[in-house]
């Protein structure tokens, strides 16, 4: 955070300013979901990974507007010796930034560079969880919330690919936000089946 002295300028000048409705598909349904079907083994089994800590949010509400007044304060700064994720606003008498290292303090995630296990993991061709609970080619988001939906306390699922799908269905609704008739992440449906590679992800 810095004075208005880190000001250079608006990208959108206040004369150019105008109104608009924003909407947002990120939400906590997801949250719900799982705490809804999980037993309590498996919730114990999701509460160690990297996106554990998220059972303990509560509802989110979007406030449109108050986000759409902060996007028309973005701007420009002087001397930035930041890398291009850098976004500054011009917000009361002082210039906040949000980066990835904001990102990080707010969701509690960890960000850094690709591994080279990583990066072989995304060479892979097929994910055994579609080939094992999806006959489609094409895994959308209301597939694997449908799933969770008739997932009863007595299924035949093993442990481990429950809090698997647990993630991505965290990822896709709460983290990344879609809309549930779009693909998920493929390359995510392949990283999560080694779990360790997952939760140490990037």
């Keep these: 955070m810095g004075g208005t002295k880190l000001l ?3 990208k959108i000048k206040e004369c150019d300013r105008f109104p608009s409705r924003v909407t947002g598909y990120c939400n906590c349904e997801s949250i719900r979901l799982i705490k809804s079907r999980l037993i309590p083994k498996q919730l114990e089994l999701f509460g160690v990974t990297c ?3 998220f059972l303990n949010v509560g509802d989110m509400v979007l406030s449109g507007q ?6 028309l304060r973005e701007c420009h700064v002087k ?6 994720s850098s976004l500054w606003y011009h917000v009361g008498n002082g210039v906040i930034r949000f ?6 303090l707010v969701s509690g995630l960890t960000f850094g560079a690709y591994s080279e296990s990583i990066l072989e993991i ?5 994910s055994r969880l579609r080939r094992s609970y999806f006959q489609d080619s ?3 988001v209301k597939m694997i919330i449908d799933w969770f939906r008739n997932l009863g306390p007595n299924n035949k699922y ?10 991505i269905l965290i990822l896709e609704m709460t983290l990344v936000g879609k809309d549930d008739r779009t693909s998920i992440l493929y390359w995510a449906l392949q990283l999560v089946d080694d779990l360790d590679a997952f939760n140490k992800f990037p």
Excluded: M, P, Q, Y
């Excluded at 995304?122 to 097929?126: E, G, I, P, Q």
């Design 8 to 10: 250079e300028s608006l």
């Design 51 to 53: 996106f554990g800590h």
């Design 66 to 71: 108050f986000w759409h007044h902060i996007l």
């Design 79 to 84: 001397n930035a010796n930041e890398n291009t």
């Design 99 to 104: 980066s990835t290292v904001e990102f990080c």
């Design 122 to 126: 995304f060479k892979r061709k097929d």
């Design 138 to 140: 094409k895994v959308h």
């Design 158 to 167: 093993s442990d481990d690919d429950i809090v698997k799908l647990d993630l």
